[in-house]
């Protein structure tokens, strides 16, 4: 598998650290919303990465994180906590916001048929392994405390910001490094780059979410929690790491720099990042007006896997606009294929004797695009070229497309699943001799036992074809 390591800036062949299995981490929600759609691209991204190496034989080990504590309205440590600002928009807990919002993401993520990862771990109870990532640092030589908060050198670490490197500095898709210093206002950073591993009451003495730690009571920075877990359960080194586009900049910068500051060698190869979802130019955040979430989606009509099927056109790595003229098209297109697929069913229970399995070709050139990079607008457009193909048996066919569908994730032969009796075969095969003997009395008598026995007869062909009502 080729893949666009962002770390290094060009496709490379995928090279596991242990045969056969693949270590995944994915940066998960901040629980303190709904998710917008925005953030659910990424999660989807993140879903077909994870299908496409499963189905290409990989056993994949996928850790996503739950943010429920540290993480302030900007990513570089500025601004309110972002679980205090929905604690105090609903009037309730931190703790109660935590739950109601991280339940309210498995539900996004169970109707878009995102395969649950292995495991989701919560920052609040991994406090104890964040500060014993944070005392490795100090035992380093990374760290420095002043006003009450434990900060991280960046000026200690030779090739801080390789991952952001020249290329988005100065782009509108990230903070570039230099936006980060120019907006940086905490006088207590001896460096503009320089960020919170520990918050104390010094600077959130308000905070409900606290902590015990060597350097007083308080709470961890948004960026530690990653590097701590993402360790803890994948081991010191795992095989990729995956997020938007907006972490590269600050947080998984950050995230390199406190594991490779404890590890003293590079930490993660492989860094995959999913672009933005945008609305006319206008980028999606949670701070803006346009807050659309699947619930808004749904409550125009639309089903959640209308949204994937909409996500599945546009490569990862491409901005992708969002419209409803387009969502409705998806819809549509969806819809299409679902139909197509159905009549390829109704044909393989029909006349199963008369079609044969054999290979095709499609089946290898969808493995192909997956392996250009997760080319998955090219693995969508061989699903439809397959249906559409009349030298393809319709057997073949359905288990041609069973088999995309394990990566697409769209449920293409989803409540069109039947099986046709014996019984009411055997009355399909004497209708078909009646009609073929011109007993159009005794066709229209079994027509009517078939009926009776809850299946519409249609004639196609000169064939008897039946389904269930
Ligand atoms: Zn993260």
């Not at 609305?279 to 989606?297: E, H, P, W, Y």
Request: aromatic share 10%; net charge neutral.
């Amino acid at each position: 598998m080729n893949l666009y390591n962002t770390l290094t800036r060009q496709k490379e062949e995928l090279k596991p650290l242990k045969r056969g299995t693949i270590g995944l981490y994915c940066c998960g929600p901040t629980v303190y919303n709904y998710a917008h759609i925005g953030n659910l691209r990424t999660f989807l991204f993140e879903d077909f990465l994870r299908r496409a190496l499963e189905f290409s034989g990989y056993k994949v080990n996928q850790v996503m994180n739950i943010t429920d504590v540290g993480h302030l309205t900007s990513d570089a440590d500025e601004g309110e906590d972002k679980m205090a600002k929905g604690a105090k928009r609903e009037h309730k807990t931190v703790w109660e916001i935590a739950k109601e919002y991280t339940d309210a993401f498995f539900a996004d993520v169970d109707a878009l048929n995102i395969r649950r990862a292995t495991r989701y771990p919560r920052a609040t109870d991994h406090i104890r392994e964040m500060i014993a990532l944070i005392r490795r640092l100090e035992k380093n030589g990374f760290t420095y405390v002043a006003g009450g908060n434990v900060y991280f050198d960046t000026s200690k670490l030779n090739d801080y910001g390789k991952l952001a490197g020249a290329a988005f500095v100065g782009t509108r898709h990230a903070l570039s490094l230099q936006d980060v210093a120019r907006v940086e206002t905490d006088p207590n950073k001896k460096h503009p780059r320089n960020f919170v591993l520990w918050f104390t009451e010094s600077k959130h003495g308000n905070q409900d979410m606290q902590w015990e730690s060597p350097w007083g009571r308080g709470f961890p920075g948004w960026h530690i929690e990653c590097s701590a877990m993402s360790m803890k359960y994948l081991g010191d080194h795992f095989d990729i790491h995956c997020g938007g586009i907006d972490h590269i900049s600050v947080h998984h910068t950050n995230e390199i720099a406190q594991s490779e500051g404890a590890l003293g060698k590079e930490w993660v190869h492989t860094w995959l990042h999913g672009n933005f979802l945008t609305i006319k130019d206008a980028r999606m955040a949670k701070s803006g007006g346009n807050f659309l979430t699947l619930q808004v989606l749904k409550d125009k009509g639309f089903d959640a896997l209308d949204y994937r099927y909409f996500c599945l056109q546009a490569h990862y790595s491409q901005e992708l606009t969002f419209s409803w003229e387009g969502l409705d098209a998806a819809k549509t297109a969806l819809r299409r294929l679902k139909e197509k697929i159905k009549k390829i069913l109704v044909e393989t229970q029909n006349f199963a004797s008369k079609t044969q399995k054999t290979k095709n070709k499609y089946l290898s050139s969808f493995t192909a695009a997956l392996a250009d990079d997760l080319n998955m607008p090219q693995a969508l457009a061989l699903v439809w070229e397959l249906v559409d193909d009349g030298t393809i048996s319709a057997m073949d066919k359905l288990s041609t497309v069973q088999e995309m569908d394990k990566v697409l994730g769209l449920k293409l032969d989803e409540k069109t699943t039947f099986d046709i009796p014996e019984g009411i075969r055997k009355l399909v095969d004497q209708r078909n001799a009646a009609r073929a003997k011109k007993d159009w009395k005794a066709s229209d008598a079994l027509r009517d036992q078939i009926q009776a026995a809850g299946y519409v007869v249609k004639d196609e062909s000169g064939r008897t074809v039946v389904e269930p009502k």
